[in-house]
């Protein structure tokens, strides 16, 4: 089963302990029942993937122990899309969505 993963914004790795903000930290203990000793993924957003085990299952200020991190490339492919003028906007929508 692939590891739950979330975003913080400033990650250091050779902290001993990274504390996740009260959003996160709600998500992890009472949505998921995550509990000391079970592992999940950070990323930072500028390509780093961090392997983090729960220390404290604090349902407000949850830490982690970063146990090991991998740096992904930026994809080389870029992906634009050309959507023409239409006149209903709910199909407008339906293509956001799909």
Not at 9 to 22: C, F, G, T
Not at 89 to 97: A, G, H, M, P, Q
Request: contains cysteine; glycine residues 4%; charged residues 30%.
């Amino acid at each position: 089963m692939a590891l739950p993963f979330f975003y913080k914004k400033d990650i250091d790795a050779n902290a001993s302990a990274v504390v996740l903000d009260e959003d996160t930290s709600k998500h992890v203990v009472q949505v998921l029942r995550m509990q000391n000793g079970e592992h999940l993924q950070l990323t930072d957003g500028k390509g780093n993937l961090y392997t983090a085990e729960i220390i404290d299952d604090n349902r407000k200020k949850c830490s982690v122990k970063i146990l090991s991190f991998t740096t992904r490339p930026a994809a080389s492919k870029k992906i634009s899309i050309a959507v023409s003028l239409i006149k209903n906007s709910t199909r407008f929508e339906w293509l956001l969505e799909k």
